[in-house]
């Protein structure tokens, strides 16, 4: 089941999509404010949460865990308390965000033997124990965002989005368990203060913005206020990955989409997305992929 709606509010509009799959539900949203402020969320649900920032700043305070948690764009974390109790206050007037609410017993039947910190998350659930599986959040990794996008995207229909969206949402709790855990034993060396990791995001989404004309790192060093040293490490540091290298798998994702959700050619997408020629596009979409554009579009 798929549901679309706009809420419109005094303080600002929210745009969502809510997927549900076997019990499990999984929701986009866009929020667009005209102001900052604080408002309350509850829920009586008895479920496991799995959250992804996407982009905007916020704090939020967790009622049952007694935290708060001061977040900018790109992170994730996984959570339990029946109820769930939180106060949120947006810090951007744009907020983009993804979540996954997986029934309890479900969640238990995947993890108790999986690692060891998702064994203890499962034994405070058991217990009925407020609790977060890390108390550092981890980083929104390429990964991540692509399987986030395969599930705002979905073309399948009936019995395959069905198949497609329960795989997606056990993949996303992999790789969130998997970023959580190497984010609770890693000591971040260049980005020490928060005011750093948030210019690395801030270099994160510019990336994004300019996919088709992608900035110099020194461009790039200018607008967020950091030494192209730092920019470089920092960022590698946060995304576990270079700065071009996470450009380029941006682009590439884009592409094979554009490819198998729309009627644009490759020369197309090679020129909207700023390659200097269709051959440059193609060898780099057989590096990154292993097979042509060409055998996308033609085995969709």
Known sequence: MEEKKVQTYNNGTITSTV???????????????????????????DVIRMHFGLKGDYIFEYKQLNTMYDLNGGHHNIMYSHPFDIIIQNKTLSLETFGIQMP?????????????????????????????????WGPLETSIQQAIAQIIHCKYAGHFKKLFLLSKSIELLVLSAESCQAA????????????????????????????????????????????????????????????????TDQRLQLAHRYLRDTGKTAAEISAELGYSTPQHFNNAFKKKFGFTPFSVRNNP
């Open 19 to 45: 997927w549900e799959c076997d019990g499990i539900r999984m929701g986009h949203a866009l929020s667009s404010f005209n102001e900052c402020f604080t408002f309350p969320a509850h829920s009586d649900t």
């Open 184 to 247: 609770t034993s890693k000591e971040n060396v260049f980005l020490k203060r928060k005011t750093d990791k948030e210019k690395i995001v801030a270099v994160r989404d510019l990336l994004i913005e300019r996919l088709d004309s992608p900035p110099s790192l020194s461009e790039i060093a200018r607008a967020v206020g950091l030494n192209e040293y730092k920019l470089k490490r920092g960022f590698k540091e946060e995304f576990n990955n270079t700065v071009f290298g996470y450009l």
């Open 104 to 136: 309890r017993e479900m969640f238990i039947e995947f993890t108790q033997q999986a690692t060891d910190q998702l064994k203890r998350f499962s034994e405070n659930i058991i217990n009925g124990k407020p609790c977060m599986l890390s108390e550092k």
